[in-house]
Every structure is written in C-alpha cells, then in structure tokens.
C-alpha cells in the first residue's frame, strides 16, 4: 500500500498507511491513510460515520489498530494509551467534550500533568496562571477556578482547546470542534490554528462545513466507508469535487424543494418579548409552510424558539397553536398541542447514550406503544426501524448503544425521536449541523415531505443555502427583532444578510 500523495515537500510529523480497527462485527476503518506536515492545516472530511474520529482515536492512542502502520517524527510507534501520544507532543480535541464536571476549569486544563515544584507539591499558582494567559490568547471569560459542569458546550470546547494549547503539541487535531461555536468563536478559533501553523506545528481539522475547510486548510483527504479515497490541495479542488469523492456519486440537487399547498395558521406567535433577548416578535407559519428564521448567531433565533415551545420563559405576548392559546413554560402541554422542538444542542439534550437506538427513538411516544399496559419490544423495534430507515442511520442493529454512533448518526436518532411524536408544528434549531452532505439532502427532502403532509414547520438555520434552498418564506432576525419577512422571491442573498446586519430602522 502507497502513502497518500504528498503535498508539500517538508518532511511529513505523521503518517498513517492502510489502518484498520473493528469493533466485534463493526468495521469501523478499513483502510485510513493520512500524512501531516510541519505548517501545514489538513482537512478530513467524509460522510457521518466514515470513520473520520475513530482514525483520530488511533492517533490519539485512545484505539489501538488492527493493522497498517502508524510513524510518528519518522518513527513507527504504537501509542497504547492516550497519556502517550499525549506525551509525545499530539494533543487532540475530540469531538465529544471529555472534560471531568466536577473539577474546576483549571484541574481540568492540567489533567493529568500538574507542573510541580520542588518536594513534588503541585503548582497551582503556576496553573493557573497559565490558563489566564491561554484564555487572553483565545479571547476566552470563562472564570478558570470554576468547575466545568453547567458550562455552555461553546465554552467547554474552548477549555478543550485550552487544554491542547497548553501542551505545546507539535500535532493539534480538531474534531468538528467547531459544531457548537458562533461565528466570533470560530475566527478565534481559526487565528489561533494559523498562528499555531505558521509555528511549524502540524493541524488535522474535521468539519462538515465546506466553507471553513476552504478557509483554514491547505489541504484536504477524504475518507468514505472507512477507506481513504484522496488527497489534494485546497487551491486544486472544488467542493463539487469533493462532495462527489465522499458520496461516491453525483450530489445534483442539495434542497430538493417542493412547494406544498398552504392551509391553516398552525402556529401563531404576536408580540413575544422577553426583556434583553428579543422583542415584540410576531409571525404565522401555516400548514404545508416551511418558515426560515434566518440571522446571525446570537441573534436571539433560538431563544425565541425555546420561548415558544415552553422550555424558556417570556414577559409579554402569546403563542397560538391551531387556533388555540398556549400557556407559557409548560413544553409538556406544548407537545400534547402538537408542538416539538428539536433542540441546537443535540448531543447534550438529546440522546441517552448509554440506551439502544431503538429506546432512544421511542422515549417520547413510550406512553402510544404501550397496549394495556405493557411495552414490547417488537412494538418498540418496529417503530423504531421505520424511522431509523428513513434516515439512514448506520448502525449493526437497532440495539447499538447510541454513545457508540458516530457523531452524525447519533444526531440522526434524535430527530427521529422527536418526528416519532408525529407532531403538527415543528420547530426544528440547525436542523443540519454536524450532518454530511449525502445525509443533509435527505434531512431537507424529509422536511419538504413533511411540510407537504401538512405540518407546519418553523427552521432555524445560520446556512444561507439552506435557508434560500428550503423556506416558502424568510423572517430574519437581527439583535432579538425581525428586521424582514420575505418571501421565497424576495429572499435573495443579498436581501437576507443586509437585513440579518442592520436594524428595523436602518432597513426601512
Ligand atoms: N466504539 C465503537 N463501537 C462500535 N462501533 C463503533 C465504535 N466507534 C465507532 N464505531 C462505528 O464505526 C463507524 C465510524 O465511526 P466514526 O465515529 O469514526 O465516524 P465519523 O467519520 O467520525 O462520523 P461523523 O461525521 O458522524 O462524526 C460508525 O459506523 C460507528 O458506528
Ligand atoms: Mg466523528
């Protein structure tokens, strides 16, 4: 088996060739090539479960392989443990946060490896001083003597990063750690990885998001079906190019919009306000509608959302479901009304990880499967093997713990769980993030069926194509008010980001 080809003439930090791990019956990777330079950013990307993190776990020391070879600073090594790769200058940020909740910012930062003084007492001070000056670098206010548990994922994957920064790594690997970060996140994110880069360090960063790997990277492999399928430099590439190497076929139409007969006002919100976050919000999202709030991260979409449905409270105004007014704060109420919110923030509020697909996809509706009193497991399975059909989740069986998925099938399992409740209006938060390209178009054909069976559908997306591709109508949000409501017409790109920028009055 050859390496990958190279891309840039300076002597590779790592090189993987034709590894391979299973898992029981499971192949997770069949064959992963990889080759990372000095000063070099080099994407991965692949389709959710193309065994994108489980080669990062190989790297990580975390998984050992099952076969090809692994060299590391033109050695071959078999790091059996994660405190060995850790030691030998690779600091990985996972795609899952694996901080310890209970100990604070700063333990966590230094798990592991406190620096100590002499007679072996531990340095806190040296510590801690050191996560300040990290967190200046990163632009990060999180209070370093706090524990993390109720962190926000955004900050909790910015202690992660912490942490791989304080290791003076000379390989730093990303998975998708850019999922749960906004927009000025992510450019401090990305000038700390070129400032790293321009060092001479070596980056691996995972993304589904074209746009960053363009930005970032100067090089990109694609693995699909737990096999390496190529590399190339970004400047020689296009994303058409690459969608076709991950999906193995011609992508033609992402958004396949149908537009659907409009019927009755399903979900009407007026006047909505919560004091600071958004305020006097009003709109309708009929049957057989698909609705965009579209707006920048932070603009004050989801907390609307949330508001709506029950989970967040609101100060004035009244949210209306098929004619009928719905009492604020009671998300129980909402969903026997009919309403379901699938959350931003899928994998904290999600998924049971330590629970089967099957159980996972039938939590909501337990109470509508069980007959006289009783839950089968037949009834369980069969309802949940039509939806996780539906949207391809890979997986052995419908028995696979949903923490051992990848990433974007355990998304999967969550939206199915909630469509299972079989709700009239849907309120659907970044219905794509952390979904691959091939699986994306599926999620929008879903959402255009279910529009066209006649469920209202409210969407929050920061994806301007998605929102043009999808919506029969777009409101846009700017600092908590809607700045525009625009029609499948109107909606050009142009008309969305100048109103996503600019204030009711400026716009006007
Ligand atoms: N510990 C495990 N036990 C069983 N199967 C596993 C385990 N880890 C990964 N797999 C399986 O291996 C395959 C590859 O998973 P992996 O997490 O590497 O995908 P990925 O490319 O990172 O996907 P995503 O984009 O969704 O994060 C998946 O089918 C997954 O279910
Ligand atoms: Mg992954």
Not at 162 to 184: F, I, Q, R, W, Y
Not at 254 to 278: C, I, M, Q
Request: proline content about 5%; hydrophobic content about 45%; some cysteine.
């Amino acid at each position: 088996m050859t390496a990958p080809p190279a891309a840039s003439p300076a002597a590779p930090t790592l090189v993987l060739d034709g590894v391979a791990k299973s898992f029981g019956p499971v192949v997770a990777l069949r064959s992963g090539s990889l080759t990372l330079r000095p000063g070099s950013v080099h994407a991965l990307i692949g389709e959710n479960g193309a065994g994108k993190s489980t080669l990062v776990k190989i790297i990580a020391g975390l998984y050992q392989r099952d076969a090809g070879t692994f060299e590391y600073l033109g050695e071959p090594v078999d790091f059996t443990t994660t405190a060995e790769s850790k030691d030998a200058g690779i600091a990985v940020i996972y795609q899952e946060p694996t901080l310890f909740p209970d100990l604070s910012v700063t333990e966590n930062v230094f798990m592991g490896r406190q620096p100590t003084m002499s007679f072996g007492r531990i340095d806190k001070k040296a510590m801690r001083d050191e996560v300040v000056s990290l967190f200046e670098q990163l632009g990060v206010h999180v209070d370093p003597d706090r524990p993390t548990r109720g962190l926000s994922i955004a900050d909790q994957q910015l202690v992660e990063i912490a942490k791989a920064m304080s290791l003076d790594a000379k390989v730093l690997v990303m998975d998708e750690p850019t999922a749960a970060l906004s927009g000025v996140e992510v450019e401090r994110l990305f000038s700390v990885a070129r400032a790293l880069r321009d060092e001479g360090r070596a980056i691996l960063f995972i993304s589904h998001r074209f746009d960053e790997v363009f930005d970032l990277c100067d090089t990109v492999t694609v693995m699909r079906d737990g096999e390496y399928i190529s590399t190339s430099a970004i400047a020689d590439t296009t994303v058409d190019q690459l969608v076709r190497q991950m999906v193995g076929r011609d992508v033609t139409d992402l958004f396949p919009k149908v537009v659907a007969p409009v019927g009755d006002v399903l979900l009407k919100v007026e006047g909505l306000t919560r004091t600071g976050v958004f305020h006097d919000v009003s709109f309708e999202v009929r049957a057989g509608e698909i609705v965009a709030l579209a707006g920048l991260v932070g603009a004050g979409r989801s907390e609307i959302a949330r508001a709506a449905f029950g989970v967040d409270p609101y100060d004035s105004g009244t949210v209306t479901v098929a004619g009928k007014p719905l009492p604020g704060g009671d998300p129980t109420k909402a969903m026997s009304r009919g309403l379901a919110l699938i959350p931003e923030d899928r994998r904290r509020q999600g998924a049971v990880l330590d629970s089967g697909i099957a159980r996972n996809v039938t939590l909501t509706i337990r109470d509508r499967l069980t007959r006289f009193g009783v839950l089968t497991n037949a009834a369980e399975n069969a309802s949940a093997r039509e939806w996780a059909a539906r949207f391809e989740v890979r997986a052995p069986s419908l028995d696979t713990l949903a923490g051992t998925l990848s990433g974007g099938n355990q998304q999967k399992v969550v939206i199915a769980k909630w469509l299972a409740t079989e709700p009239s209006v849907l309120i659907v938060d970044e219905p794509t993030r952390g979904i691959d390209v091939g699986t994306k178009s599926e999620v929008h054909r879903l959402l255009s069926d279910l529009a066209g069976q006649g469920l209202a559908i409210l969407m929050i997306s920061s994806e301007l194509p998605e929102v043009l591709g999808m919506a029969d109508r777009v409101l846009v949000v700017h600092e908590g008010r809607i700045t525009a409501n625009l029609t499948r017409e109107e909606a050009t790109p142009e008309a969305v980001m100048h109103a996503a920028t600019h204030s009711l009055e400026e716009t006007r």
